[in-house]
């Protein structure tokens, strides 16, 4: 079982960037696809950007591609986000996900065994 905790969030104007972390404990990123997802007030939970177990492949809301990057360190055991050109739009907690039934970068919410407690990204216009 692994356990993850995000950090990085906050307030940034419109325009900014960020940058979030998910350390995990328990058992190594590498064992497990990871992902990020974000849940804004009054909607459904929804995939951000996400890894294959092997890290080869990724994916990404379309509408974060180019401005959100989703990393690894293994040596850290860490998954980052980096977010640029933030919005307004994208305001919502983000939360650092794992599964251990997945190999490759799936984006269904339900996959996923393993949630962080969310970090909170508030985004000024």
């Known amino acids: 079982q692994v356990q993850l905790v995000e950090s990085g969030g906050g307030l940034v104007q419109s325009g900014g960037s960020l940058s979030l972390s998910c350390t995990a404990s328990g058992r190594t990123v590498s064992n497990y696809a990871m992902g990020w997802f974000r849940q804004a007030p009054g909607k459904e939970r929804e995939f951000v950007a996400v890894?294959?177990?092997?890290?080869?492949?990724?994916r990404y809301l379309d509408s974060v591609q180019v401005r959100f990057t989703i990393s690894r360190d293994n040596a850290k055991n860490t998954v980052y986000l980096q977010m640029n050109s933030l919005k307004p739009e994208d305001t919502a907690v983000y939360y650092c996900?794992?599964?251990?039934?997945?190999?490759?970068?799936?984006?269904?919410?339900?996959?996923?065994?393993?949630w962080g407690q969310g970090t909170q990204v508030t985004v000024s216009s």
């Open positions: 996900a794992a599964s251990s039934r997945l190999y490759f970068a799936g984006i269904a919410r339900a996959s996923y065994d393993y």
């Open positions: 890894f294959s177990r092997s890290g080869g492949s990724t």
